[in-house]
């Protein structure tokens, strides 16, 4: 089984990763990760970074490749305020 990175939405979407890093702070309905990863790599960390690992900074999201459709609809649909569509614009890559 692999996940996607944001990396791999980031390419997907034809979006920078750090839009997807941006969408997902800025955005509390964002699709959550399915996986995260790197929590039990990191030496002293904390039961509550375990149970928090949205708040980790040093965990890597991951998710599901049969959810891309579910994150191209949030896309489409789920981004809400005039400042959405400017955000979407300046992030998108050149074509």
Same mark, same amino acid.
């Given at each position: 089984? @692999?996940?996607?990175? !944001?990396?791999? $939405? +980031?390419?997907? $979407?034809?979006?920078? &990763?750090? +839009?997807?890093?941006?969408? /997902?702070?800025? @955005?509390?309905?964002?699709?959550? &990760? ?6 039990? !790599?990191?030496?002293?960390?904390? +039961? ?5 690992? /949205? ?10 490749? %049969? ?7 949030? /896309?489409?649909? %789920?981004?809400?305020? !005039?400042?959405? /569509?400017?955000?979407?614009? +300046? ?5």
């Amino acid at each position: 089984m @692999y996940f996607l990175s !944001q990396t791999d $939405l +980031a390419r997907e $979407l034809g979006v920078t &990763p750090d +839009a997807i890093r941006l969408w /997902r702070k800025r @955005y509390p309905d964002f699709p959550e &990760p399915d996986s995260w990863t790197g929590l039990d !790599q990191v030496p002293g960390e904390d +039961a509550d970074a375990r149970e928090n690992p /949205r708040e980790n900074s040093r965990s890597v999201p991951g998710w599901l490749p %049969g959810r891309l459709p579910e994150v191209r609809r949030w /896309r489409e649909t %789920g981004m809400s305020g !005039q400042g959405a /569509r400017a955000d979407l614009a +300046a992030r998108e890559l050149p074509r």
